[in-house]
Every structure is written in C-alpha cells, then in structure tokens.
C-alpha cells in the first residue's frame, strides 16, 4: 500500500513540475508607434514587456492636437505625454481583445485664438484604453485602439490673453499602432 502512494506522490511531483515549466515561459518584449502623433506632426515610441496575458507598457508622444479638437477660442493645443500602462488579453500570445490602464502626464502648451501667448501647464490622468491586435506576421502587429483619459491632477483656469483654459474633465483618443514583437 505504501509503495501505492509513493508512486501517487511522485506522479502528482512529476506532473507539477512539468505544469512549472509550460507556465514559465519567458519575457516577452516589443515596441510601438502610433499614427496619431504623427499625423498631426508629432511622435510617438513605446516599449513593452509582458508574460502571459499580462503586459507593461512605457511610453512617450508628442502631439499637436487639431485646433478643431480643442476648446473654442483657442489654438496651438500641444501636448508631450508619458504614460506607464498595464495590459491585459483575452487570448495568448497577445491576439485579439486587449483592455488597458495606467497614469499618464501631460505636459502641454496652449495659446488662445489670438495667437499672441503661449502658456504651459501640466496635468495626471488616469488612462482606460481598449483595442483590437491583428497578428501580421511572428514579429509585426496593428493594433487600433480607443482611450478615455480622466484628468485626475494638475492646472486649471489657465490664464492666457484674458481668456481662462481648463483641462476637460475627460479626454478621448483613437487610433492604431503598429507594434515589433521580438
């Protein structure tokens, strides 16, 4: 009987340690740039880091937004933004559905319609993004994305050429990257 169960430990021994060994797959590690940026003349770099379902994202852009896409009255919206964001996917290997959240610093300069001034300010968000990865190849990936940004710290009632400027409360972004997986 004994020899039953020493032949029982060492199965269930002998199965765990090869559920070990496919669970620990390594790091991955990529990197992204989005069209956003620049299309509106700036930039965009990201580099990420993940295992299973899970990845970490750090990122950089430099954006001028579009004076339609800012408050009326005023012009020149222009945003550098760092951004630390945790991922996570619906399927492996990082296909399919992702969802995403993080902080984000916005660093930006305004005018208003005016043009005759430039103020800066700076603001904490929190970002809640989700998107789509199309696999391309074992390397390169398109991904379109959509975020909502809750401005969560920072300046308001900016004042620039008599008008006052504040951060919306919520800020919506789309669009998609194009990522390197190595």
Same mark, same amino acid.
């Given at each position: 009987?004994?020899?039953?169960?020493?032949?029982?430990?060492?199965?269930?021994?002998?199965?765990?340690?090869?559920?070990?060994?496919?669970?620990?797959?390594?790091?991955?590690?990529?990197?992204?740039?989005?069209?956003?940026?620049?299309?509106?003349?700036?930039?965009?770099?990201?580099?990420?880091?993940?295992?299973?379902?899970?990845?970490?994202?750090?990122?950089?852009?430099?954006?001028?937004?579009?004076?339609?896409?800012?408050?009326?009255?005023?012009?020149?919206?222009?945003?550098?933004?760092?951004?630390?964001?945790?991922?996570?996917?619906?399927?492996?290997?990082?296909?399919?559905?992702?969802?995403?959240?993080?902080?984000?610093?916005?660093?930006?300069? &305004?005018?208003? =319609?005016? #043009?005759?001034?430039?103020?800066?300010?700076? @603001?904490?968000? %929190?970002?809640?993004?989700? $998107? *789509?990865?199309?696999?391309?190849?074992?390397?390169?990936?398109?991904?379109?994305?959509?975020?909502?940004?809750?401005?969560?710290?920072?300046?308001?009632? &900016?004042?620039? =050429?008599? #008008?006052?400027?504040?951060?919306?409360?919520? @800020?919506?972004? %789309?669009?998609?990257?194009? $990522? *390197?997986?190595?």
């Amino acid at each position: 009987m004994k020899i039953y169960y020493l032949i029982l430990i060492l199965v269930c021994f002998g199965c765990n340690i090869h559920a070990q060994s496919i669970d620990s797959k390594k790091l991955d590690a990529g990197l992204e740039l989005d069209v956003l940026p620049y299309a509106t003349g700036g930039y965009f770099g990201a580099a990420w880091m993940g295992k299973g379902l899970w990845r970490v994202r750090a990122l950089t852009a430099y954006v001028k937004k579009p004076d339609w896409s800012t408050k009326n009255g005023f012009a020149n919206h222009q945003i550098h933004a760092y951004a630390l964001v945790v991922d996570r996917f619906l399927k492996k290997d990082w296909k399919g559905w992702w969802a995403g959240a993080g902080l984000v610093y916005w660093n930006s300069s &305004i005018q208003a =319609d005016t #043009k005759i001034n430039t103020v800066t300010f700076n @603001n904490v968000l %929190a970002n809640g993004s989700v $998107g *789509y990865h199309f696999t391309l190849n074992k390397h390169f990936y398109l991904s379109p994305w959509a975020s909502l940004n809750l401005k969560l710290a920072g300046d308001k009632n &900016i004042s620039i =050429d008599n #008008k006052s400027y504040s951060l919306p409360l919520i @800020n919506p972004e %789309a669009s998609f990257k194009l $990522g *390197y997986r190595f």
